[in-house]
């Protein structure tokens, strides 16, 4: 055969044979192990992560308040939080900000946190709790701010109830020992404790002077990150943008994927409330958590709910 033959024949050999796919892109992401994070549980489960070209690994971490130094520290990239944690956050100068949207609670539809007390409590009303302790989950966070706004719409002083920090999961078994006298808590945890009845609601709604719909939290980074790393940002954003989408579609599905994930009992993933998943970001849904935590002193003035959004084109 000639050269020029032999040479075009090897060529079209290799021009033949498909390019390799490129190796994911290893991305750490934190979340908090509850169904305000069953975007992440989608999002694996179904593939969207991988059909972005990412190779996440997820750490279940307490709160916002812990995942965010992780983030700053660089352990994590990015990172589930409450918006209060970052509002803070955001203040004190960090370089932190929202690029997806996480949880959305709207009022009787998506109430996602309660304000319990022990099934067995002599407190009918929140101003009952002056003097008492109340667990949450972090302080400096979401919960410390509702508080404060349901002490003061109770006619007491915000800072009349103690709070203290207990994880969520160990919310009912603190107020069956005494050492608080109520928890603000969360969905399956609410639903759990009331059906089991070892709590009673005292407040259904205590999220209520954030507005609604309101940002309960939602997935951030370092904005330096979002700028370095334009790619990852925009296919994490698209990968949780379609499980909301998925979650909406298909919502027994999504709840079974939660049961599956979390562990819990596939009848209580059936009966709890679940948070809105919206799929892109409202500076709306923000604006109010800003005002409230500006109001009782978190904050020591709000800011446009613009300069802690950094949502990339998708």
């Given at each position: ?14 021009l ?8 994911p892109t290893p ?9 305000d ?8 489960e ?11 690994a997820?750490a279940?971490?307490k ?7 992780a ?7 990015i990172?589930w ?5 970052i ?6 100068g960090f370089d932190?900000?929202?690029?997806a949207p ?7 539809a998506?109430?996602?946190h309660?304000l319990l ?9 929140v101003?009952?709790?002056a ?13 410390e701010?509702?508080?404060?706004a ?8 915000p800072?009349?109830?103690r ?9 009912a ?5 005494g050492s608080?006298?109520?928890?603000l808590t969360?969905?399956p ?6 059906s089991r009845?070892?709590a ?6 205590p999220?209520?002077a954030?507005g609604?719909?309101y940002l ?17 940002a ?5 990968a949780?943008?379609?499980a909301?989408?998925?979650?909406d ?16 009992a596939p ?7 679940l948070?809105r998943?919206p ?17 009782f ?11 802690i ?6």
């Open positions: 055969m000639p050269i020029a033959a032999l040479a075009a024949f090897v060529l079209s050999l290799f033949a044979v498909p390019a390799l796919a490129a190796d991305l750490k992401v934190g979340y908090i192990p509850v169904g994070c069953l975007q992440y549980y989608v999002a694996e179904e593939g969207y992560f991988a059909a972005e070209g990412l190779a996440v997820g279940a971490m709160g916002g308040a812990v995942i965010a130094p983030v700053e520290g660089g352990e994590l990239a990172g939080s409450n918006t209060v944690s509002i803070l956050a955001h203040a004190k932190f900000a929202f690029l996480g949880a959305e609670g709207v009022a009787g998506n109430d996602v309660a007390v022990p099934a067995d409590s002599p407190l009918t009303s101003a009952g709790l003097g008492k302790t109340v667990a949450i989950n972090t302080l400096g966070n979401i919960n701010a509702a508080m404060r349901l002490a003061q719409k109770a006619g007491i002083a800072d009349a109830i709070l203290v920090e207990v994880p969520f999961p160990d919310m078994g603190a107020m069956a020992k608080v006298q109520a928890a969360l969905e945890f609410v639903t759990d404790a009331v009845g070892a009673k609601v005292l407040d259904p709604s999220h209520a954030f609604s719909p309960i939290g939602g997935w951030f980074a370092k904005k330096a990150w979002i700028k370095d790393h334009p790619a990852q925009t296919a994490f954003a698209r949780v943008a379609k909301a989408a998925f979650i579609a298909n919502p027994e599905k999504a709840r079974q994927i939660l049961s599956q994930r979390t562990k819990l009848e209580l993933a059936a009966k709890i409330v948070p998943f799929q892109r970001l409202d500076p709306k849904a923000l604006s109010g958590v800003i005002d409230v935590s500006a109001r002193g978190l904050l020591a003035k709000p800011f446009p709910a613009a300069e959004l950094d949502a990339p084109a998708q």
